[in-house]
Structure formats: C-alpha cells, structure tokens
C-alpha cells in the first residue's frame, strides 16, 4: 500500500510509506506528528494544537505565506517537544490521494532533516522568516527528494502538476502598471527556480526549460540568483553536516544581501 490518510475531525492519520516515514521520524525525536488540515487563520478545536495555530496565524508573515502554500510543517519547541506539525492547507492542498502522499512527504522531510540534527535556520517572525525558510528549502530539498526517492515516495507528479499552474499564471498579460513584488515573494520564485533547476530533468516535465526561461524574464533578478546558487549547490555534498553548516551560513548571507536591495 502506497499510504494515504483517514480523516479524524481536524487531524489527519498517516498511513502507508508516509505512516512508516512519520514514525520513523517519531522515533528519532520522540514526539508525535500532528497532521491538520486547516483553511488560512482557522483554528484546531483541541488545546495544544489551537494554541500552536493561533500563535503562528497572528504572524501576518506567516499568515500570508500559508496562504500561498500548500502546506508547512512547525517543530514550534525544537527537537525535543511533545508535538511537531503539518498544517495542510485546506484550500489549496490536493484531495487526489498520490499527489497529497508527495506533498506529505514534502513536509515529513523537513521534520526528518531536523531529526537528524542538521542545522537549520531559526524561524523569526515577520520578513525574517521568509528569509529563514528560503535558506532551509534552498538546502532541504535536495536532501528531501534523494530521500523520498529511496522510500518509494512519489512526488514528481504532483509537482508538475503545481508547476503546469504556475506555468499558465506567467502566460497571462502582464498589468498595464507595473506592479513591485515583495521581498518574500521573490524569495520564494528564487527557492522556485533552484527545485525546478535541480530537482527535475527534462524527461520529467517537458516544459522544465520553458518555465525557466520564463521566470527569468519576468524576473531577472531572482534567475541571477538561482543560477548562482544552483551552480554551487550542485557542487557539493549537503549529506555532509559540517558541509551543510557551512552552505547554510553561505546561501543565508547571499539571500539577505538580495533581500536588502529588493525595495517593498
């Protein structure tokens, strides 16, 4: 069995080789993975999981990046806390079973990164926190998809399949008035570019190059970016925890000095 998940009100129960990542994971950390699926701002209805939620949708950062996500996961108390959690967005998170197994197992790897005490940037709030998780998804991920591949968890898919509206929305007629798109959203193209770049190959998705080229005229300065730090992360070898320590503190510095000439 693939995997998949029961409905439980709010909380979600993980099955199938997602189920086996989850507790995996538990294991490591010995805490429990707590699965929602919540519409932006909406709050679980048991206590520690509301209290969890409120805090992090007062955040109008945070807010607006889960708005625009699919899903996120929190380790709110570090390593060792009771609880760590994917929060499923309710509105754009897929009801199709193999694509939500690829999403979850998205986020499962960030969770599985922490267990495994590689660095990670500290989240903040406001801007700084989209600056903190541009830096970890520029590192995790390539660590997450080698090892999605090993448990025979599909995620190609549903990120084409993500990537195809993407792809649709740049084909539209640009505003008439030229319109300045934030820090975070540009930071967030820039993590963009460096999953389609480093992540897929061309018998992946056939318009891999295109979406590129595209993104790039559109937005010159964050395909600078992504080539840069696609060439330099292609390089070296992120299993490497003192490797990894010091990419982070490398692409942290390089995504800050970009952030700072990006004019809100």
Known sequence: MLGGVLLLAQILSLTGLVGDWAADIERLTQSKIIVMRLSPGELPADEPHRSVARKHFSDPVFLQMFSAAQALSLNPNGPAGPFQYIFLNAKL???DQGALN?????????????????????????????????TGDALQHILMRGEMDRRGIEWRSGSVNQLELALAKMKEPLPKEPVKTPRCQMLAQISLWLDVDLGLKEKDWSHREEFLQLLGKRFPAVAEQ???????LAEVNLAD???HRRELQRVFTQLKGFAVTQVN
Do not use: M
């Open 93 to 95: 998170a897929p009801q």
């Open 102 to 134: 690829g999403l979850l197992g998205h986020e499962l790897g960030h969770l599985w990164i922490r267990a495994l005490g590689y660095p990670t940037p500290r989240y903040a709030t406001g801007e700084a926190g989209c600056l903190s998780v541009a």
């Open 226 to 232: 992504g080539r840069i730090l696609s060439k330099e």
């Open 241 to 243: 925890k003192d490797v």
